[in-house]
T-cell receptor
Framework: DAMVIQNPRYQVTQFGKPVTLSCSQT?????MYWYQQKSSQAPKLLFH???????NEADTPDNFQSRRPNTSFCFLDIRSPGLGDAAMYLC??????????FGSGTRLTVV | DQQVKQNSPSLSVQEGRISILNCDYT??????FLWYKKYPAEGPTFLIS?????DKNEDGRFTVFLNKSAKHLSLHIVPSQPGDSAVYFC???????????????FGKGTHLIIQP
């Protein structure tokens, strides 16, 4: 089945140690999003790619970076995770006419 | 400042009865509204949507109502079933076609619990 896959499902990282979350899709959707969802909060958009064009939300911290080497893959890099970065990170894809498809998320714990 | 608000963190409904989940928004530029359902350890899955030019959309047991003047929408589930127990997110888009720079703006979600 075509889908959006996020790896790993659970990630534990040390305070200040760089960590990378990955998202892959078999849908061939041209738009990919990264959302951050903290406990009991609404998912918050961090950035998105329209094809190869990267778009950062104004309030996304510089600590968060992203890479999209090809249509299928998108990575979220957290350069120096702090305790406040512990959250569920959701990847979503979009194509006009097909709507949004979300991955299962990666739950990040910072220790 | 939250643009999409779901003021009830949780809702408990008896099986077979109607579940009504509410959502309010502040941005009058929102053009398209969606409801997502989320089970634990899974990503949100699309449930139903409504364009701002409509006031009602129905799909099986699910109906979404939109009151633009009140900036309010609601999701009705009739009859409620145990499998409906999940977190429901209200989301809004500035662009009916979707996929824009703003993506989706979400509410905090309402945890619906269907009691047997």
């Amino acid at each position: 089945d075509a889908m959006v896959i996020q790896n790993p499902r659970y990630q534990v990282t040390q305070f200040g140690k760089p960590v990378t979350l990955s998202c892959s899709q078999t849908l061939n959707h041209n738009v990919m999003y990264w959302y951050q969802q903290k406990s009991s909060q609404a998912p918050k958009l961090l950035f998105h790619y329209y094809d190869k064009d990267f778009n950062n939300e104004a309030d996304t911290p510089d600590n968060f970076q992203s890479r999209r080497p090809n249509t299928s893959f998108c990575f979220l890099d957290i350069r120096s995770p702090g305790l406040g970065d512990a959250a569920m990170y959701l990847c979503a894809t979009f194509r006009r006419g097909e709507g949004y498809t979300f991955g299962s998320g990666t739950r990040l714990t910072v220790v | 400042d939250q643009q999409v608000k779901q003021n009830s963190p949780s809702l408990s409904v008896q099986e077979g009865r109607i579940s009504i989940l509410n959502c309010d928004y502040t941005n009058s530029m929102f053009d398209y509204f969606l409801w997502y359902k989320k089970y634990p350890a899974e990503g949100p899955t699309f449930l139903i949507s409504i364009s701002s030019i409509k006031d009602k959309n129905e799909d099986g047991r699910f109906t979404v109502f939109l009151n633009k003047s009140a900036k309010h929408l609601s999701l009705h589930i009739v009859p409620s079933q145990p499998g409906d127990s999940a977190v429901y997110f209200c989301a809004a888009s500035l662009n009916k076609a979707g996929g824009g720079a703003d993506g989706l703006t979400f509410g905090k979600g309402t945890h619906l619990i269907i009691q047997p």
